[in-house]
């Protein structure tokens, strides 16, 4: 029973220093605090391994105001896919387009709002005029630019879009670093979202459809997995995005029997899993999928994203910058080939 014992707690002294050495002293406290260091360890320890890392990202993180640190993430190879919800894409679109966010406060008279043309996400507003104003140029700028004989995977779609945005947004945003970094992103739910509002106002007016290939998404991911030597997960949130990440490695299990499943993960969310759902499902429990693998090194953070993820990004960016200069990332190659640079 001594081994339980073998490594006291350490009493957390304050003095100055970077954000980096901070969480890593707080490896030694527990709780929270300690989750959060070791989410630290764990991803500087999947950028030193030979992986693709996805990401995928729920909640209303871009109007939260971390759409830039998604950006940072990507530009900087930190994360090699990202899974998103619609809104979350949609918001980094239109903040692309010079639109914004305000600040606000959770206790407004939302009957007001509504009279005003004021939308509310807890504590932060946005204009409805300014919202359609970006549907209408998802339609008229960019819709009208594609070719509706065929099919989009939401890959191929946001790939150019973020081209698009790229000639016209003054300042990165996750679209915009994905597409110049060659980072796939994908939006499994993309109808539960305004691009699925424009859209479907789009086919209606037009009487054309405008389709996706959702499925076609299903069998990137899955070669993703088996063409690469190991994968790692990093969830904001849970919902949609963490479920299509996670069913990548069972699709793969149809095609190879090789030893499957997620080696490292990471996991922040608010979400409790007593309550059955998948936000709040625990690593431990996806392994009886199979879609986490039995070795993995595995945290959860339950934390709001918005107050662990600037440090925890931050830290990334003082600490793990030679890992990035050594590290062998995924290429893709959508024509069918696949290989680590």
Not at 191 to 218: P, R, T, Y
Request: proline share 4%; net charge positive; glycine share 6%.
């Amino acid at each position: 029973m001594e081994k339980y014992l073998s490594r006291p707690t350490r009493p957390l002294k304050i003095k100055p220093r970077k954000i980096s050495k901070l969480l890593e002293d707080m490896e030694f406290i527990s709780f929270q605090g300690r989750a959060l260091a070791s989410a630290l360890r764990i991803w500087k320890e999947m950028l030193k391994d030979d992986l693709t890392i996805f990401m995928g990202l729920s909640g209303a993180m871009v109007p939260a105001g971390l759409r830039e640190v998604i950006a940072y993430l990507i530009e900087n190879k930190f994360i090699d896919c990202l899974v998103s919800t619609g809104a979350n894409l949609f918001h980094d679109c239109h903040e692309s387009l010079g639109r914004f966010h305000y600040l606000g406060v959770p206790h407004l008279d939302d009957i007001k709002l509504k009279e005003c043309g004021i939308d509310r996400i807890y504590d932060t507003l946005a204009r409805e005029t300014e919202f359609r104003k970006t549907d209408a140029w998802i339609i008229q700028k960019f819709l009208s630019t594609l070719d509706l004989s065929r099919p989009y995977t939401t890959r191929e779609f946001f790939y150019l879009l973020g081209e698009k945005l790229s000639k016209v947004s003054k300042k990165e945003g996750i679209l915009t670093s994905a597409y110049k970094s060659q980072v796939p992103v994908y939006c499994p739910a993309i109808a539960d979202s305004s691009f699925g509002i424009a859209i479907a106002v789009h086919n209606k007016k037009l009487e054309k459809s405008f389709l996706f290939d959702v499925i076609a998404e299903v069998n990137e991911t899955a070669e993703m997995v088996l063409n690469s030597k190991a994968t790692g997960v990093i969830y904001v949130g849970g919902g949609v995005p963490k479920n299509f990440i996670q069913q990548a490695e069972v699709t793969a299990s149809f095609y190879d029997d090789k030893d499957l499943g997620h080696k490292y993960a990471i996991q922040i969310t608010t979400d409790a899993p007593h309550w059955g759902g998948l936000s709040g499902c625990t690593f431990q429990e996806a392994q009886s999928w199979g879609k986490i693998h039995r070795k993995a090194r595995m945290i959860t953070v339950y934390s709001d994203a918005t107050i662990a993820l600037p440090f925890l990004v931050t830290a990334l960016g003082e600490s793990a910058q030679d890992l990035i200069k050594k590290r062998k990332f995924p290429v893709f190659d959508w024509k069918g080939k696949f290989k680590i640079k």
